[in-house]
């Protein structure tokens, strides 16, 4: 299936704003959480040892605050999709408007496409680290493990910011070029 240049830039738009609007209702939650016991589940992000998880968690031992951490955990996974999507959509508007014709380029572009969705799966995998060492306790192997997911969800996040940002320069250049012509 192919989608229309149209197509393409109005789901690549529903997305982007999906994923700004999820990624502020986490960042809401994650702040109170953070105001309430001094660490939000942002922090888990790159803690090397089982003993740093285990200091964060104790924050959280009263029920409204790993209440409010397990939300910020599973609410990642509507957030991870959305971001994905997002990403991909304006990594592959930016493969049509760098690389239009098929080529070494095209196919180079296209991978890195895939990388935001290849983020969010370690994303995913993240996530169900942390949540398992929060279940069942926290272990070095298991942080260590979680780090080095959250380093590649970045990697992949990154790669996609850095095509979409490509593309969205190039159709801002288009409508420019667009409005000085008049219209032809």
Known sequence: MQLSRKALNARWGWTSVAAVVSLMVLSAFDSILRARTGYGTADLQGVPTGWGIRTIMDHWTSPPDSALAGFGLGFDY???????????YGAIAACERFAPKPGVRRRIMTLMAMAPVGGALFDA?????????????PSDMLAFLAKEATAAKFAGVTV?????????????????????????
């Open 78 to 88: 509507l957030f991870m999709p959305l971001y994905a999507a997002a990403l991909f």
């Open 125 to 137: 995998c993240e996530n169900a680290l942390q949540m398992y060492m929060l279940v069942r306790g």
């Open 160 to 184: 996609g910011l850095v095509l979409s940002l490509m593309a969205a320069m190039a159709l801002l250049s288009e409508r420019r070029k667009f409005r000085k012509t008049g219209g032809v």
